[in-house]
Nanobody, 126 residues
Framework: QVQLVESGGGLVQAGGSLRLSCATN????????MAWYRQAPGKQRELVAQ???????NYDDSVKGRFTISRDNAKKMAYLQMNSLKPEDTAVYYC????????????????????WGQGTQVTVSS
């Protein structure tokens, strides 16, 4: 199977920066759209940014100009550079791939949909 593993979260003061990484494991052949979501306590999970396989990006209005999503297709990784962080950015951040094509040892190429990581906590203090 395949997994997404986030890292890079932590505690930072308002105005600071963090860089989140989303790594994959497994015999990945291709990943389509990758995205970062976040979920604050008591709130629904929301889309922060997404990057298509060709590199086009979309951002939630609340992070435009402060966050940058990128991906390294060779390394099968995605990143979220977060600058000018605000207390309202505090949340668990999740990496998502809408589909991943990988090589299963026994069955050969397989496609899985809507893959999520376990999340990484980002806390911004005022």
């Amino acid at each position: 199977q395949v997994q997404l593993v986030e890292s890079g979260g932590g505690l930072v003061q308002a105005g600071g920066s963090l860089r989140l990484s989303c790594a994959t494991n497994g015999s990945i052949l291709n990943i389509n759209t990758m995205a970062w979501y976040r979920q604050a306590p008591g709130k629904q999970r929301e889309l922060v940014a997404q990057i298509l396989s060709g590199g086009s990006t979309n951002y939630d209005d609340s992070v435009k100009g402060r966050f940058t999503i990128s991906r390294d297709n060779a390394k099968k990784m995605a990143y979220l550079q977060m600058n000018s962080l605000k207390p309202e950015d505090t949340a668990v951040y999740y990496c998502n791939a809408d589909w991943i094509l990988f090589r299963d040892r026994a069955l050969g190429p397989k496609q899985v949909f809507d893959v999520w990581g376990q999340g990484t906590q980002v806390t911004v203090s005022s």
